[in-house]
């Protein structure tokens, strides 16, 4: 059974690969107005990148380690790949005037050193992927699984998810009409403190809410299946990681 986190990350990584295509088919639609539209596709793209690079970490300390060596190995073998190909003509290493014997001889040398580093980097790589992973998560934990499952099969009216309890910030979960309601209430108690700002307001907004009045938000959704609950991790974490880390 996949944990949140890896729902999180495979919904995330969808989202990713949804944005690199809608920016391949702007990009073709050189003189219309899709083409302009690319820019705040790339901004959003490299937004869930950040984000992925973060769950990421949180499931694998090493992640970041083992994604430098993985840039190393990819650019070693982009070399190799080239000196192959154009031989003498690679690059200005090799003087016009030198004899051919020379150039070879320089070639074989350059290689030999790109192929050991290579054979280091991969090792390395391996070592890493052979450590056991330490989580200081427990990914295992499916409490919100189980209590939006009560929810939705209505053994529970309603429950909150408090998100900050020193300010007094949570979101309030109720079932009605075969739609999961989620409110944020007292909106303006906390903008009036500055617990939260008029900015993240407006996101919470591009991410589903709506402001019904001057101090709730809401968000609705359709249950009809697993999907539509993994669409509200989903939004969890989107709360978390887009609207209130700070980047």
Known sequence: MENDLDICIALYEHEKSQLESMIQECLIDV???????????????????RILDKLYK??????????????QISIIETRIEELKKNGSNYKSHIKIRDSEEVKQKWLNQYLNILNQNLNDLIKKLDQLHKQPIENTLNLENQVLTNILDDLTAKR??????IL???????????????????????????????HIWKSQIEHFQKIGFIQVNSNRLLYTLKISNIENLNKIKLLLTKIIYEVFVDD
């Open 31 to 49: 003189e219309g107005p899709d083409y302009l539209s690319a820019h705040y596709h790339q901004q959003a793209l490299f937004k869930t990148n």
């Open 58 to 71: 949180i499931k694998d300390p090493l992640y970041s380690q083992k994604k430098s060596i993985q840039r």
């Open 156 to 161: 529970i009216s309603q429950f909150k998810l």
């Open 164 to 194: 900050n309890r020193s300010i007094n910030f949570y979101l309030q979960f109720f079932y009605k009409k075969n739609h999961v309601n989620i409110i944020i209430p007292n909106i303006k108690f906390m903008l009036k403190n500055h």
